[in-house]
């Protein structure tokens, strides 16, 4: 089965098949000709998710997943939160952005945080959604090299280590996508068997 992931991130991509059996095909944007950046326009995780996927279905006519996420920092009032990517700026630098959420903390005791992600699926009989979050707090500094965005600041619950520092198996037993993705992957196997 041939679904398109709506991104173009190699690091999600790489994240997301290592949870999938080879009973699925997952091909990116630039695999279906889609060179345009899908803007993400709302307010919310949730419809930011349903949105991308909806393009890419309407536009392209092909089975398709988006997922998008965020960080909650309980400090902040649930910041950077929908603007996770662009906390920093539009240039979207990972290291930008935990250099100011690391400037926002300072200082601040609370330091408990959450990763949410929704992953949305479309096709010709509709759209389904899928939620995972992964709780935890924000390190004093930067840890580790592995992972993207925020992974060098955040420790999951029950880990004294940073995403960044763990690698991809044991990344995908606690983070927020990999959760949402396994919910996922739970409602492909049965719905592909009533196709």
Known sequence: MKICFATNNPNKLKEIKSLLSSEFEIIDLKSIGCTEEILETHETIEENSLEK??????????????????????????????????YAGPQRSHKDNVDRLLKELKGKENRSARFKSVITYIDK???????????????????????????????????????????????????????????????????????
């Open 125 to 195: 009989n509709g759209h389904h959604a899928f939620e995972g979050i992964s709780t935890g707090k924000i390190a004093e500094e930067p840890n580790g090299s592995g992972g993207f965005g925020y992974d060098p600041i955040f420790i999951p619950e029950g880990e004294t280590r940073t995403n960044a520092e763990m690698n991809l198996e044991e990344k995908n037993h606690m983070s927020s996508r990999a959760r949402a993705f396994k919910k996922f992957v739970s409602f492909l196997s049965e719905y592909s068997l009533n196709e």
């Open 53 to 86: 996927a909806e393009y890419v279905f309407k536009n392209y006519n092909v089975p398709c997943f988006a997922d998008d996420s965020g960080l909650e920092v309980e400090a902040l009032d649930g910041a950077p939160g929908v603007y996770s990517a662009m």
